[in-house]
């Protein structure tokens, strides 16, 4: 475990959380509203963690040995709108 987020897939926030935060800035640069981009990235959330699209990663080189947490699946949530936060601060609407 590094020193600075927590076990993949576990802990509220791992190296993923910097992809979901990277996903916040890249929706607000598109001008996504924070409601609808916070509704698709739980979208997503859900539908990563079903037995059919973890059993689609695995095949193509994702770590899925285990599904995400509850808590995994909120700190993504919560790092994505906080990418979105930062991305509309700089992207003035």
Same mark, same amino acid.
């Given at each position: ?6 076990? =993949? ?9 910097? =992809?979901?935060?990277?996903?916040? =800035?890249?929706?607000?640069?598109? &001008?996504?509203?924070?409601?609808? @981009? ?5 979208? @997503? ?12 990663? &695995? ?32 992207? &003035?609407?």
């Amino acid at each position: 475990m590094s020193e600075w987020y927590g076990d =993949v897939n576990v802990t509220p926030f791992d190296a993923w959380s910097f =992809v979901h935060l990277a996903s916040g =800035v890249v929706a607000a640069s598109m &001008k996504t509203t924070l409601p609808t @981009f916070i509704m698709l990235h739980t979208l @997503f959330e859900l539908i990563e963690n079903t037995e059919e699209v973890s059993g689609l990663m &695995k095949q193509v080189g994702f770590d899925r040995r285990r599904m995400d947490t509850p808590a995994n699946m909120l700190g993504d949530t919560v790092a994505a709108g906080i990418g979105w936060a930062i991305g509309n601060s700089q992207y &003035k609407r």
